[in-house]
T-cell receptor
Framework: GDSVTQMEGPVTLSEEAFLTINCTYT??????LFWYVQYPGEGLQLLLK?????DKGSNKGFEATYRKETTSFHLEKGSVQVSDSAVYFC????????????FGAGTRLAVHP | DVKVTQSSRYLVKRTGEKVFLECVQD?????MFWYRQDPGLGLRLIYF???????EKGDIPEGYSVSREKKERFSLILESASTNQTSMYLC?????????FGEGSWLTVV
């Protein structure tokens, strides 16, 4: 079935460093792809999404491009802040059916001043 | 903005109690979901509902049931709570191809 694999954390960076969190997927159809962010003690917030190949999702300085040829949706940010410290989840909507979300395991990001 | 509201953020219940977790969305969405989140296991789908009174089992439905009597409300029920159901529970609803989450309910079963 469909699945999502993302890089293990934790990722530890200094403020203003460049961030990449890798995400690859396996899907039989043409899923939509998502990044969600979870701050400590809170639920998941939608960060960005892309619905078809070569689409770029962006929000709050974060970007990710839907790469069908490499089945990837890597999350990037040019200059991270302490406030970006959170857990990031890559996800896709299941092909067909009721479009359930399938999540990666999550990657914890810690940004230090 | 899409609003998904979970009525209880923190609950402590005793083993064997019947527990209700309530979720409300105000955007007339047809699809609603309940997930649980555990360290090392990520997010797992318990149940989802695609319309009023309609429900489907997710990946881990054992020990749970759900109720969807009105479109805006989707309840998760633990018929007899057990300690292995201590977890964070996340409700979500779907708008088009995007799923939005509530803030989560932390349940501790003692």
């Amino acid at each position: 079935g469909d699945s999502v694999t993302q890089m293990e954390g934790p990722v530890t960076l200094s403020e203003e460093a460049f961030l990449t969190i890798n995400c690859t997927y396996t899907a039989t159809g043409y899923p939509s792809l998502f990044w969600y962010v979870q701050y400590p003690g809170e639920g998941l917030q939608l960060l960005l999404k892309a619905t078809k190949a070569d689409d770029k999702g962006s929000n709050k300085g974060f970007e990710a491009t839907y790469r069908k040829e490499t089945t990837s949706f890597h999350l990037e940010k040019g200059s991270v802040q302490v406030s970006d410290s959170a857990v990031y989840f890559c996800a896709l909507t299941e092909s067909g059916g009721y479009n359930k979300l399938i999540f990666g395991a999550g990657t914890r990001l810690a940004v230090h001043p | 903005d899409v609003k998904v509201t979970q009525s209880s953020r923190y609950l402590v219940k005793r083993t064997g109690e019947k527990v209700f977790l309530e979720c409300v969305q105000d955007m007339d969405h047809e699809n609603m979901f309940w997930y649980r989140q555990d360290p090392g296991l990520g997010l797992r789908l318990i149940y989802f509902s695609y319309d009023v009174k309609m429900k489907e089992k997710g990946d881990i439905p054992e020990g749970y049931s759900v109720s969807r009597e009105k479109k805006e409300r989707f309840s998760l029920i633990l018929e007899s709570a057990s300690t292995n159901q201590t977890s964070m529970y996340l409700c979500a609803s779907r708008d088009g191809n995007t799923i939005y989450f509530g803030e989560g309910s932390w349940l501790t079963v003692v």
